[in-house]
């Protein structure tokens, strides 16, 4: 058995359910195909047959014309090649619509005849469900259609926590019947005149008897504090306006909320594998929204602030203080494995990363109220930082999972292959990863300047915890190839350097980490053609014998992560870079219908390879749909500190094929914000946030 691949499927989702089907819209059974929610497979087939024949597909459109359901519905053209009039020229189609809702889903079959006279015929719809968790469906062990409990006026089908009814809600008088398979078939004898069309609608939902308190419903959209059309390019690149319009409506898509407190959302990892919290996704994706509004990040940072470890544990990796990886509501068996537990702890970075995004939700304006009910949980992060997070004392943070049972990496990089030497060596833990020593070192420094502000103590202490570390990191991960100087992707387990260059070096942008001379040459180092692809950062180097381009973490391209080198380069002024890896996430995103997947091929883009898909690879993933919105902020060179009172907005020369640009739908302080770039890098912003602007000539409209 082995793990279904998606890259040929269509997803179309409202969090927390999502339908994932063939392009023709028939959902088969076997694969991943079918209505999921909450980790449990809703509905494995759909097939609609005409007169015994399966439609011919000939195109579907994601999002309806009203634009503001781009995740969440899906249409379906079909032609039926038997009926109508006798030419060459298709006269007889079908058009599903597919709408999915947070608790199912509802689709509408509409059969058109454009043929001088009327057709008769049979129409026929067959279904199965069979509630598969999702770790069945992952490692595609699946066990067939079920019986269902009652075929009357709906399907319906049960397990321990839900109850789900499925059947016809509109289409006039049917027939039914129950099929030994456990399949149930509906079926109508259809006259149609010339020139007109029938309809019928289906309808799925999902009555959940049972609350479970690690399942996540879904958010209200104004929890998001987003405008309706947020981050929309009005004039710029077409490729670039697709690709952010695309990316907004998955995010939407993507949120659920706390279910002790429904107000505070956050942006489930991805679909379908990972329709949950994430601690590292979760945040990542907050992060890179800021320029949205506040309110994802608030919600983001309550929300793990509530699961904060209090305890040590060894079986989840909890300690005090420490911010999670992941929540599920079903333990997952995957392949003969216990499976992680249902809150489990086993991350080296979410803390950090945590305190990171509370310092930049208040640089772009979350009140200081909202501020200050964090500090607590940020207290004990930083107490996390300085003790568990470094168990052998070295100063530096590592992790090793001691139960066997656990994961065995525990930075983004999770596979088990992730962290090897160039011959090819796995890496024995405990692993201390590079940038995990960055985002450290920025938590301590933004750590210091919260408790500073906010009249706490702890400051100096955190400072000096901070330099010492990076003093430490400088004598001993510095390394060099023939291509030139670089820091390690890890220490391991005796403190040897591995290595290898890797795309990891884009995480310590920006951080304060390095210093000037150290950041040109790293990114004169991510600059050289094994890592960038052309299409984004390989996460490995082509040069190296373990580089792999469809390797999950051995040489493809993640999205995300090239998004995070781009904001560090700008960050550190290392513009044509940034540019040169942003334009390579561009020309990737029309292969992926300009939804950018969780990661693709890391091919040789430079010299005209395609982009391949990663055939497993999540679609949509929220810090794949993020990174439209960290390529904004880069071009717009934009940069917020409310509690100073400055904007910044520089745009840079470097993305001079992006100008003239205009972006409106972000937000600062709470405050609309829109900024206009003309064909010589000049930006005009218009906000009403009382801040000053800093950027030469840079005109404000308030």
Known sequence: MAQPYLH????????????LSGTDGQIRAGGVQGVLRHDRRLLSELIVTVDGQEPTPVGHTLGSAAGNDAASVVRFDSIIRHLGDPTNDPTVRIERERRVRTNGMQEELRLVNNART???????????SDLAPMSAVRRGDLAGPRQPDAVVPQVAWTHHASTVRFGPCSGGDHEFELEPDGRVVWSWHVTIPA???WSMTFDLTVEDSVADPHSFPAAAPSSLGWAERAAM?????????????R????????????????????????????????????LWAARLTLPLGTGLARGTLRILARRQGTRHDRETGEAPGKILHEVRPLVPDLGGHHGLPPLYFGTIDATALWICLLHDAW??????????????????ALAWLRTDADPDGDGFLEYIDETGRGLANQGWKDSGDAIQ????????????????????????????????????????????????????????FWVFDARGRFPALALDGAKRPVDTPSSNLGHLFGTGLLDADESAAVAARIAEPDLDSGFGLRTMSSDVIGFNGLGYHAGTVWPHDTAIAIRGLTRDGHDHVAASLAAGLLRAAPDFGYRLPELFGGTDGRNGGPVLA?????????????AAISLLQAALGLDADVPAGRLRVAPSKAFKAWFPLRVSGLHVAGHPLTIDVDATGKATVETTAPLSVESADVPIRC
Request: aromatic fraction near 8%; charged fraction near 20%.
């Open 195 to 197: 020139r007109s069309s």
């Open 8 to 19: 040929e499927l269509v997803s179309c989702m409202a969090a927390p359910s999502v339908a």
């Open 247 to 282: 990316s907004v409506g998955d995010l939407r898509g993507l949120a659920l909320a706390d279910p002790t407190a429904p107000g505070d959302a956050f942006l489930a990892a991805g679909s379908p594998w990972f329709f949950t919290l994430f601690g590292r996704d979760t």
């Open 363 to 380: 640089r772009w304006g979350l009140p200081d109220n909202e501020v200050a009910e964090l500090l607590d949980p940020l207290e004990a």
């Open 233 to 245: 390019v009005e004039v710029g690149p077409a490729e670039l306006a697709r690709l952010v319009e």
């Open 118 to 128: 009327g057709i008769t015929t049979h129409v026929r719809v067959s279904a199965a």
């Open 421 to 476: 030497f160039p011959d090819g060596t796995i890496a024995k833990p405990p692993i201390a990863l590079c940038e995990a020593q960055a985002y450290a070192y920025e938590a301590a420094l933004a750590g210091a300047t919260l408790l500073e502000s906010f009249g706490r103590s702890g400051a100096d202490v955190m400072r000096e915890w901070a330099a010492s570390l990076r003093k430490r990191f400088r004598q001993e």
């Open 614 to 626: 990663y055939p497993a690879a999540c679609r949509p993933q929220a810090w794949s749909a993020a």
